[in-house]
């Protein structure tokens, strides 16, 4: 009888055919991984400008103040706010001077406006620039009762956020 030797493992040949099929695989995956990345970190930067139009209506009515969402800074970033009287509105809210000192009182010591929250987008996202969200404190309605809108955009794609006159925040896809 002879004994058969047994072969393990894999040749030279078969490990760089492996090799060669994974790296065209590779090279054909990248651009739509790439893709898919920017689609998601614009759907984020889109979600959270969503919610804080919600959050910005939801503290005017707790807060019984109105609380505006000023986008700002050529479109990197955007301003909540809260005014005791959206009619005797004094002071100003620029969010390109960064979180913390984006709302400057007028006259100086004023309690007008507070600075809820102060958002910088990501390096490559940016907002429809100079866009007021009022929302009043009685139903969180936009003052005035029109509706409103802005986009989130990153690239070529962009996300629209409308807010209408009663205050419903709706985003829309691409």
Same mark, same amino acid.
């Given at each position: 009888?002879?004994?058969r030797?047994?072969?393990?493992g ?19 995956? =990248?651009?739509a ?18 919610t804080? /139009?919600? !959050? ?20 990197? @970033? !955007?301003? /909540? ?6 009619? =005797?509105?004094?002071?100003? @809210?620029?969010?390109?001077n960064?979180?913390g000192?984006? @709302? ?36 969180g ?17 962009? !996300? ?5 006159? !009663? ?5 829309f896809?691409?």
């Amino acid at each position: 009888m002879s004994r058969r030797s047994s072969q393990r493992g894999f040749t030279a040949i078969e490990l760089m055919t492996v090799l060669v099929i994974a790296g065209v695989l590779l090279v054909l995956a =990248l651009p739509a991984f790439n893709d898919m990345l920017e689609r998601r970190r614009l759907e984020g930067q889109a979600n959270e400008f969503v919610t804080d /139009l919600a !959050y910005a209506k939801s503290e005017a009515v707790q807060r019984n103040r109105n609380v505006v969402l000023i986008t700002g800074g050529g479109g990197t @970033c !955007y301003t /909540l706010a809260a005014w005791t009287d959206s009619a =005797l509105r004094t002071g100003s @809210c620029n969010c390109a001077n960064g979180a913390g000192t984006s @709302c400057t009182p007028r006259p100086p010591g004023a309690n007008d406006p507070l600075e809820l929250k102060t958002v910088l987008l990501t390096s490559t996202a940016t907002v429809t620039d100079n866009v007021t969200f009022d929302f009043e404190p009685v139903r969180g309605a936009l003052v005035p009762a029109t509706a409103a809108s802005a986009a989130v955009a990153m690239g070529s794609r962009s !996300y629209t956020v409308l807010v209408t006159a !009663y205050g419903r925040v709706t985003p829309f896809t691409p």
